[in-house]
């Protein structure tokens, strides 16, 4: 249900980053959309994850892919999925990185955060997705924010 009570379906937003506009846009972009759902008042830890997972996968694509990062954003009523699509077909892997690197941790993180995250090998790259389930807020029903 939205803020008005209506049955709620799915919604998302999608837009390119390009590697010129940097990671900063892309978190500012997605805390604004998990602010219209309601997460960061009602999931605070929640949308501060979602924040890191794409402040990581968003570097991924810049860094790592040397590629523009199509982002999407979508929420179901179960799960908010963070798919970030880029240009490189090599696909994402956590790694073991020493004490002294500065990169490298990326995908820890993200498995971490997330309640689970998958990659899809496309023909243009691939898009990695990460799902991000809520917490049921006490004396609510349901598992999503309200």
């Known amino acids: 249900m939205d803020e008005h009570g209506n049955a709620l379906k799915a919604m998302g937003w999608a837009r390119t980053l390009p590697i010129a506009s940097g990671v900063r846009a892309g978190r500012s972009w997605a805390r604004r959309h998990l602010d219209e759902l309601g997460w960061t008042r009602h999931a605070p830890e929640v949308a501060d994850a979602v924040v890191l997972t794409v402040s990581e996968l968003i570097t991924n694509a810049h860094v790592h892919a040397r590629s523009d990062a199509d982002i999407a954003l979508t929420w179901d009523g179960t799960c908010l999925y963070v798919s970030v699509h880029d240009d490189s077909p090599q696909l994402p892997r956590p790694r073991e990185a020493s004490a002294e690197a500065t990169s490298g941790r990326g995908m820890h993180l993200v498995d971490a955060l997330a309640d689970a995250w998958l990659t899809r090998p496309d023909a243009r790259g691939k898009t990695v997705t990460a799902?991000?389930?809520?917490?049921?807020?006490?004396?609510?029903?349901?598992?999503?924010?309200r």
């Open 131 to 145: 799902c991000f389930h809520p917490p049921r807020r006490p004396g609510g029903r349901g598992s999503g924010p």
